[in-house]
């Protein structure tokens, strides 16, 4: 964007971005109006390699589904929307909270990022600010549906059999898993069960 040139929001069409920052060091365009935040990607990456280790895993940490928040998404959360800076539709990678979910848009033309009101805190709280890309890729999507179908697993798995049995199952099915001969213990308890 040219010097003196303004940013409007993507939700709002006609509404000037003002200068802001969601962290320190972090210098955003922020809608006086919804409240969202344009992350110039230049300005991202930049506070990015100020945070992390690149050749650190990226994995992850916080499951969104166990996330106790009160968050609501914004009411323009749905709404389509157009890159500030080059006009490219922004693509969007879906987060699943407890309570509902919402969208994380990128640019996939600059890289620009654009978080609704409220997005930015949760992200941060599921320790995927300084990762944002990872959002959109196919390795969060399938480690994020990994870890529900586990932890719908284990919430069925007290339902049934109370959280006093439930735990020393899950306790043995530990030791069996790193067991070098786990499997003849499962084996074992099978034919028990199937008496």
């Known amino acids: 964007m040219g010097v003196g040139a303004l940013y409007q929001c993507p939700k709002e069409g006609d509404i000037d971005l003002q200068d802001s920052q969601l962290e320190p060091g972090l210098v955003t365009n ?31 940490s916080v499951l969104p589904l166990t996330l106790d928040t009160a968050f609501k998404p914004a009411a323009l959360d749905n709404r389509a929307a157009l890159c500030p800076d080059c006009r490219s539709y922004l693509v969007r990678g879906r987060i699943n909270l407890r309570a509902g979910s919402f969208y994380v ?30 959002i959109f890729g196919a390795d969060w999507q399938a480690q ?17 059999l109370g959280p006093e049995i439930a735990q020393r199952i899950f306790e043995l099915a530990d030791l069996l898993e790193q067991h070098p001969n786990g499997d003849f213990g499962v084996a ?5 069960v199937d008496q």
Not at 42 to 57: F, G, I, K, L, M
Not at 188 to 192: E, G, N
């Open 144 to 160: 994020v549906r990994e870890l529900e179908h586990s932890e719908r697993e284990r919430l069925a798995t007290i339902d049934k």
């Open 30 to 60: 922020a809608c006086p109006s919804c409240g969202g935040a344009w992350i110039p990607p230049e300005h991202y990456v930049t506070w990015q390699r100020s945070q992390v280790d690149p050749d650190a895993p990226i994995r992850v």
């Open 188 to 192: 074992y308890l099978m034919r028990r």
């Open 105 to 134: 848009e990128r640019c996939p033309n600059c890289g620009g990022i654009w978080c609704d009101a409220g997005e930015w805190e949760v992200l941060h709280q599921l320790e995927l600010h300084t990762h944002i890309d990872y």
